[in-house]
């Protein structure tokens, strides 16, 4: 990088500090957590985009696709799922959960079942997400380092002092509008990637018999149980299914962004647009990692950069592996594109980190706000609501750094903690929230013993835990499934409990009003993401036919 990538970069910075400020004027909670309930569906769009699609997925895909021992192109079976999860978020989760007026969507399970319940989850929301994004922020810091040769103690203070900095001034529209504008500016950067990733490729011999064929098959129809038996379509769609509901339906850092909007009409504009847009986007990525990752077999001195890199950076995979994937797009940056374009796509890196770390430090706030100083019957004043929740920024904010410097002499496992975490607890809060809607017969006691047991299962039956522990069971399941195993686990043992210490008896805190008719699976949106379901099935089949 020279001068005009560190202009660039600094503009970049120094724009984002400006829209905090711009942002700055919030009055009461529904300003500063829920952006006023002003926002429209498009910047929504873009930020549940933006906060999902983080920089590792902008790094780590490309390389699993192009590069990784057993990679390819399945990795889009990931979005198989999506418009189904979207479709059943949409007219079963969004009315009741809109119509309900909270800002913590926890509050909505206390009303239901208890204040155990809610405390529950939100401290496990609340542990889970910061460690998650503390390791994220780790990560891309540890490779900025490797490629900018800044040490990574100072990356992970650039993105999370500017991040924490417009997060605590503007709220939830900070958080949004900056969004939208890092993912317009990772999209640009995807397509410039692809842009001269295929003029160089074509200037080392093209791609002369097509890509390699092991690497873009996408369908397999196993069922994901057993060693080697990953991204089958079941598990896939299965897994993938109640995974994406419970992410995008019943996780704080999703459903405020539904919460946030105008009416349930901007939600429904929002999920549609969402269950549009993501196949393309991560389609768009898992190309550039084809394309990358062919050009790293022509170019030696390519892939001699990438050991180099890994040798002094990362000893210890450098011994197991010879080279680290992950290094491929930002030595690609670094070493093919002009100055000027290095800066913005840098700023792509940097915007992909910043867009996840704000929704998480926004609605880890807002749950701490909401779960911890504002619930029961005494409400704080709007003055010290606004102070609190301020504080609650910059302290979650400081965690999620700390927790990066924590993680900083771990390795890849600590990732795969936070993986399995994730899909252990996924299933088990679906549940919560389902019953907390439909049921009139589980009580509070039968409901935190399914999410306790539903958990304690899943944590023994997750392959990466067994690891953890140096334990073996023989047992080869897909990570994935442990969503699917957890729901049925949680409904299960809910439904046991509630009978054996008695039915919920008290109808008087019953939530169920907003039952679906059949009349709201009828809808244009419900019909455009089932034919998009079919459609990215048929090109997911063709893929390797097209691309060879």
Avoid at 57 to 69: E, H, R
Wanted: glycine share 10%; with cysteine; charged share 10%.
């Amino acid at each position: 990088m020279n001068y005009i990538d560190y202009a660039i970069v600094g503009l970049y910075l120094f724009g984002f500090l400006a829209m905090g400020y711009f942002f700055k004027e919030n009055k009461d909670s529904k300003d500063y957590f829920l952006g006023g309930k002003s926002l429209g569906w498009f910047p929504l769009s873009l930020s549940t985009m933006a906060t999902q699609l983080s920089a590792i997925s902008f790094i780590s895909a490309p390389a699993f696709v192009g590069l990784k021992l057993g990679g390819g192109m399945k990795w889009l079976t990931f979005e198989f799922a999506v418009p189904l999860a979207m479709i059943f978020i949409m007219v079963i989760i969004v009315p009741p959960l809109f119509r309900s007026g909270v800002v913590s969507i926890y509050e909505f399970v206390e009303r239901r079942f208890h204040s155990s319940t809610r405390m529950l989850l939100s401290v496990v929301f609340l542990i889970s997400r910061a460690l998650a994004t503390g390791v994220m922020v780790y990560t891309i810091s540890i490779i900025l380092q490797a490629v900018l040769d800044i040490d990574y103690v100072y990356t992970v203070l650039i993105i999370s002092v500017i991040t924490i900095i417009y997060s605590w001034q503007g709220g939830m529209k900070a958080v949004v509008w900056g969004d939208a504008i890092q993912m317009i500016i990772l999209f640009v950067g995807l397509i410039i990637c692809l842009f001269y990733g295929w003029s160089l490729l074509d200037s080392h011999g093209g791609i002369g018999q097509g890509f390699a064929p092991e690497r873009l098959q996408v369908i397999d129809f196993n069922w994901g149980i057993g060693e080697g038996q990953e991204y089958g379509l079941w598990p896939m769609l299965i897994g993938g299914f109640f995974l994406y509901v419970s992410y995008y339906g019943c996780d704080q850092t999703q459903a405020q962004r539904l919460l946030s909007a105008k009416n349930e009409s901007t939600i429904r504009k929002l999920l549609l647009a969402n269950g549009l847009l993501r196949f393309p986007v991560v389609l768009l990525y898992c190309t550039i990692g084809l394309v990358v990752g062919t050009l790293v077999i022509k170019a030696p001195d390519f892939l001699n950069d990438i050991a180099v890199m890994t040798e002094k950076y990362f000893p210890a995979e450098y011994a197991a592996t010879g080279a680290k994937a992950d290094l491929m797009i930002p030595i690609f940056i670094t070493k093919y594109l002009p100055h000027g374009l290095i800066g913005l796509l840098m700023v792509g890196i940097l915007s992909a980190a910043m867009s996840t770390l704000s929704s998480t430090v926004n609605s880890l706030s807002a749950v701490t706000v909401e779960d911890f100083f504002n619930r029961g019957g005494k409400k704080i004043s709007t003055k010290k609501y606004m102070m609190v929740s301020k504080i609650s920024v910059v302290f979650w904010g400081l965690v999620c750094m700390a927790s990066s410097f924590l993680f900083g002499g771990s390795k890849s496992a600590v990732i795969e903690i936070i993986n399995a975490i994730g899909s252990v607890f996924y299933g088990p809060v679906l549940v919560t929230f389902l019953l907390a809607m439909f049921s009139k017969k589980v009580n509070y006691k039968g409901i935190n013993a399914g999410i306790l047991i539903g958990v304690l299962v899943n944590l023994i039956f997750s392959k990466t835990m067994q690891n953890i522990v140096g334990i073996d069971l023989g047992i080869h399941i897909f990570w994935i499934w442990l969503n699917f195993t957890g729901v049925l686990l949680t409904l299960a043992i809910s439904y046991l409990v509630s009978y054996l210490t008695g039915w919920q008896k008290d109808t008087s805190n019953l939530l169920i009003n907003v039952f679906p008719k059949k009349s709201d699976f009828l809808i244009k949106e419900v019909y455009i993401l089932l034919g998009f379901f079919v459609v990215i099935l048929i090109l997911s089949f063709l893929i390797p036919q097209i691309y060879s």
